[in-house]
T-cell receptor
Framework: TQLLEQSPQFLSIQEGENLTVYCNSS?????LQWYRQEPGEGPVLLVT?????EVKKLKRLTFQFGDARKDSSLHITAAQPGDTGLYLC????????FGTGTSLTVIP | NAGVTQTPKFQVLKTGQSMTLQCAQD?????MSWYRQDPGMGLRLIHY???????DQGEVPNGYNVSRSTTEDFPLRLLSAAPSQTSVYFC?????????????FGPGTRLTVT
């Protein structure tokens, strides 16, 4: 098992606040993906990061890949209720390994 | 395109019963996989296939069988259901373009084994 640790496990914030969630591994990623999953649905791919130090932006979401390619973060600016969901990171490869996720609730 | 479809959406089985979870994709993806999702455990890979006629085991394959006779379909069979197989099952398909995998998930099947 290639363990991916995500933190925090749960996060509840007010609309308009900023937040960061983390994904860490003891081994190097070839590439890493972030997904968002809404209740009762399958995960939806948000982004793939490949290069150490890479930063990608998707509207109010900023994804960063660590220089050593062992960790990644997702920062949300001015969170909205529509951001509520489970955020999952995944190590890519022939077999994908997923973290346990961060459950985010944004309160209006 | 319908993407990835799964049936049924909900299922209740008794211990020892068998059943097949259906998965189909219309994106002509070579790679398909089955995951189970349990609280606090994330998504764990059960079986995967890199093309028609080729399957392999993932992280948690025991108690499940798969086959891939066509590019479109990838059914998951539970041979003799056990309460430990109570879970939400997701099928996924993906493209492989170097490191930029684009994986698409179905809506899931929620299975309860009593």
């Amino acid at each position: 098992t290639q363990l991916l640790e995500q933190s925090p496990q749960f996060l509840s914030i007010q609309e308009g606040e900023n937040l960061t969630v983390y994904c860490n591994s003891s081994s190097v990623f070839s590439s890493l993906q972030w997904y968002r999953q809404e209740p009762g649905e399958g995960p939806v791919l948000l982004v793939t990061v490949v290069t150490g130090g890479e930063v990608k932006k998707l509207k109010r979401l900023t994804f960063q890949f660590g220089d050593a390619r062992k960790d990644s973060s997702l920062h949300i600016t001015a969170a909205q209720p529509g951001d509520t969901g489970l955020y999952l990171c995944a190590r890519t490869g022939n077999q994908f390994y997923f973290g346990t996720g961060t459950s985010l609730t944004v309160i209006p | 395109n319908a993407g990835v479809t799964q049936t049924p959406k909900f299922q209740v089985l008794k211990t020892g019963q068998s059943m097949t979870l259906q998965c189909a994709q219309d994106m002509n993806h070579e790679y398909m996989s089955w995951y189970r999702q349990d609280p606090g455990m994330g998504l764990r890979l059960i079986h995967y296939s890199v093309g028609a006629g080729i399957t392999d085991q993932g992280e948690v394959p025991n108690g499940y069988n798969v086959s891939r006779s066509t590019t479109e379909d990838f059914p998951l069979r539970l041979l003799s259901a056990a309460p430990s197989q109570t879970s939400v099952y997701f099928c996924a398909s993906r493209t492989d373009r170097g490191l930029s995998y684009e994986q698409y998930f179905g809506p899931g099947t929620r299975l309860t084994v009593t």
